[in-house]
């Protein structure tokens, strides 16, 4: 298949391709893993899970008087509970008095064990005759410091307090430890790792939109599927950036200061792509650009093709072969913010080549000789699905993407010779016509017209094919009824 020069301003780039240049108006045409972390549980070794206080030593029982019931000795350090502090001592277990006697008090009862924090010790034996008296109450451990941070990110809760009773248990939970989470942005914008895990590396990420490391790169590229039109899109909306800066592309010294807007898009084999920017309410231009596998897409060096043919609000199209597996990225730019629609369509290689568009509204003279413009290509379809016959010269191919549902009047007019007009279905730039009727094949000279039903934001292509070899200057027009 043959590709033409084109001076339009839009590119698209490939992956490990070389830029191929799309370049001059015809002049013909009239219009122009997160980190481990501290883990959570880790407050301290001994004692409660995050250092948590070892809780009350209990209450050592009743006594009475009967001697000096002992100390209830001290509760055993909390061990190192992190930062809990010791746990204080059991406090005497009060003082028995001479009750005269009475056997032997008993036991003060195990204070309990502090979690990890050792055994309190036996209250002692109170002395001759009653009950021991009161153990006292157990200092408090101290309160736990923060369990330490959780993850990445996030501080772990108090470890909570031990629970108050002869036993103190485990010193409680040491509380949630915090949404774990991990790094909420880009850190570093070259170095190859997509840091917070959104999907996006370096330039790629909006957490990099200022860096100057990201000059020249476009950015946060969506990805586009074959057969795909978006609408309502902004070069000053959601997931535009404004890296590339005049004079930013390889293909063309003009100047594009205003924010651009990416798309991404990954070849297959026998693939030819086609796109169109529609919908305009001022003057934006359209760029293929191509970076090696893997690298990031650069607009001083990989601009592959482009489209800018217009300085007004009318579409611009190009169109590109692509290899498989290979990376491509669509670039609008212009000189400020501005709306647009754009549609992305795949064709089989060696069809018809619809690197031109047209509008509802205009008029546009153009020509089917071989190497008078990039969309005309040399006998590539022969068999027409709503025709008989064999068209064996070349044909023009023009993308045509209503915004409003419709009645659309195609006039093909100024013939030399038998030229033949047909309406395509957008998925494929093939012999395939829209409908039965969606062709206009009248006898030599006479003008050809059809009409047809459109929907709004779907792609059709217009073609022309010559009969018996015919290749002529022609005008081509579109009215909305």
């Known amino acids: 298949m043959l590709r033409y020069p084109l001076s339009v301003a839009l590119v698209l780039c490939a992956a490990a391709l070389g830029c191929t240049t799309l370049v001059g108006i015809d002049g013909e045409y009239e219009d122009q ?14 004692g409660a899970a995050s250092g948590g206080a070892s809780g009350n030593a209990g209450t050592a029982g009743s006594s009475g008087k009967g001697g000096a019931s002992g100390t209830g000795g001290a509760s055993g350090s909390a061990g190192s509970s992190g930062k809990g502090g010791a746990s204080g001592t059991g406090g005497a277990s009060g003082s028995a008095g001479s009750s005269g006697k009475g056997g032997t008090a008993g036991t003060a009862g195990i204070a309990g064990s502090a979690g990890s924090s050792g055994t ?17 109450t157990a ?28 036993s103190a248990g485990s010193s409680g939970t040491a509380g949630a430890a915090g949404a774990g989470g991990g790094p909420t942005n880009e850190s570093s914008c070259a170095d190859g790792i997509d840091e917070d895990f959104d999907g996006r590396t370096d330039c790629f990420d909006l957490d990099c939109h200022t860096n100057k490391e990201c000059d020249g790169y476009c950015s946060d590229a969506a990805t586009l599927a074959c057969d795909t039109v978006v609408t309502g899109q ?15 592309y390889g293909c063309t010294s003009a100047s594009y200061p205003g924010p651009e807007r990416a798309f991404k898009f990954t070849g297959a084999a026998g693939q030819n792509v086609f796109v169109e920017l529609y919908g305009l309410n001022v003057n934006l231009s359209l760029f293929e ?19 800018d043919l217009f300085t007004d609000s009318r579409p611009e199209a190009l ?19 501005a709306n ?46 709503c025709s008989a016959g064999m068209y064996t010269g070349p044909e023009t191919a023009w993308m045509f993407t209503p915004t409003t549902s419709g009645n659309y009047r195609v006039d093909l007019t100024g013939l030399e010779c038998d030229t033949d007009l047909f309406i395509i279905k957008g998925d494929n730039c093939s012999g395939t016509c829209l409908g039965s009727t969606t062709v206009g094949k009248e006898y030599g000279k006479k003008p050809e017209t ?26 081509l027009a579109i009215t909305q009824l």
Do not use: E, K
């Not at 893993?33 to 001994?46: K, N, V």
């Not at 970076?291 to 990031?296: D, F, N, V, Y």
């Not at 018809?352 to 153009?366: E, L, N, S, Y």
């Open 340 to 385: 647009f629609s754009l549609s992305l369509q795949c064709s089989t290689a060696g069809g018809c080549f619809p690197v031109r568009a047209i509008r509802a509204g205009q008029t546009i003279i153009a020509s089917s000789v071989v190497g008078s413009g990039p969309n005309v290509t040399d006998n590539n379809l022969q068999i027409y699905t």
């Open 234 to 248: 902004s070069t000053g909306g959601q997931g535009s950036t404004q890296h590339i800066a005049p004079p930013a």
């Open 139 to 166: 200092g408090n451990g101290g309160t736990a410091g923060n369990g330490g941070t959780a993850g990445n990110g996030g501080t772990a809760g108090n470890a909570g307090s031990a629970g108050v009773g002869a």
């Open 289 to 307: 650009l191509n970076p090696s596998t893997g690298a990031q897409c650069s607009a001083a060096t990989t601009c592959g093709t482009w489209s």
């Open 33 to 46: 893993a997160p980190d481990a972390g501290l883990d959570a549980s880790a407050g301290g070794t001994g």
């Open 319 to 337: 169109g590109f072969n692509v290899q498989a597996g290979m990376d491509y990225y669509v670039v609008v730019d212009g000189a400020a913010a």
């Open 450 to 475: 059809v009409t047809f039903a459109a929907v709004a934001n779907t792609t059709y292509y217009i073609v022309t094919d010559g009969y018996q070899a015919c290749a002529t200057p022609f005008t």
């Open 120 to 136: 309190a010790g036996n209250g002692g034996t109170a002395g001759n005759g009653g009950t021991a008296g009161n153990g006292g």
